[in-house]
């Protein structure tokens, strides 16, 4: 019989991610308000039901599939005589990601009933996603280097304008890919203590793994450079408002986190400051950015 293990969901779902998650539908929202449309404040709560859900499916699922084909599950295997505990693990974050998949199945149709087949291909997309990360996306460095700013940053602010107006604007793609630099960093800088581990996987490539630390620190400064040069761009030509370069704040603990990964490299986990600088940046920036839009 399922023993459930509510500290093994819990911990998949992860509710740092989870503000990341309603950071990007605020950021829609606010691309919206900027757009000077008015907003269904049930329809925005049926964004955010949707997200959350699409959230928790993702997280479990993820867990899931590093809990039963990576490491972790072998060590308890051979911890726990029976392994009863690690089963029980690997079967309560599937139990809880398929429950999850389908209210998003449910909260998808919902939304196309109500708002047309224009929300159908981020639903697609994101399906797509949940289902190939274990035999694909996991083992291509370069799809599990994009596919979380992917699904957490396009896919949700795309999805929520969508939900909200019937429509996808500039300013909505525009906006999107700040994150989606973000985002991928927080993931990148996040599997640097993971690499041992995932070297112990049959078949995983992560691209910490595949390219090691060196590229990836480099490839986290394109990304962090990137974000910072796309708000001063639209600042200066017009897309968004001179207030929201004060979204900038933040960034500086970004290349925080990137000294952090240049001095200590895979044993970062251990230096815990440069990880929460990392995912403050993430969730604080497109906070601010949102909230600029909404006051200009």
Not at 68 to 91: L, S
Not at 114 to 141: A, C, D, N, T
């Amino acid at each position: 019989m399922l023993t459930f293990r509510f500290k093994t969901v819990l911990r998949s779902i992860n509710l740092s991610y989870f503000l990341l998650t309603l950071v990007c539908v605020f950021l829609g929202f606010s691309a919206v308000v900027a757009n000077h449309d008015d907003v269904n404040g049930y329809v925005l709560i049926a964004a955010c039901i949707a997200a959350f859900v699409g959230h928790v499916s993702i997280c479990t699922f993820h867990e899931y599939s590093d809990l039963k084909h990576c490491w972790a599950f072998k060590a308890n295997r051979k911890q726990h005589r029976g392994y009863p505990r690690a089963r029980d693990q690997v079967n309560s974050a599937f139990l809880v990601g398929v429950i999850a998949l389908v209210m998003s199945l449910l909260c998808g149709l919902f939304l196309v009933m109500q708002f047309g087949l224009g929300i159908l291909p981020v639903g697609i997309v994101g399906l797509m996603l949940l289902l190939s990360y274990s035999s694909i996306i996991k083992k291509h460095p370069i799809y599990s280097l994009l596919a979380p700013g992917f699904g957490f940053a396009l896919l949700i602010i795309l999805g929520t304008e969508f939900v909200l107006v019937g429509q996808y604007t500039q300013l909505v793609w525009v906006i999107a890919l700040i994150p989606f630099f973000l985002v991928n960093n927080l993931w990148l800088l996040n599997n640097y203590g993971d690499i041992k581990a995932s070297a112990d996987e049959d078949k995983a490539q992560d691209f910490p793994m595949a390219y090691g630390i060196k590229v990836s620190n480099y490839v986290y400064a394109v990304f962090a450079t990137l974000a910072v040069a796309l708000i001063i761009s639209y600042v200066v030509i017009g897309y968004l408002p001179v207030l929201s370069l004060i979204a900038l704040v933040p960034m500086p603990l970004a290349f925080y986190a990137l000294y952090g990964g240049i001095k200590f490299g895979q044993n970062i986990a251990q230096q815990p400051q440069f990880l929460r600088s990392n995912l403050i940046a993430t969730v604080v920036t497109p906070a601010l950015l949102g909230l600029t839009l909404i006051l200009d």
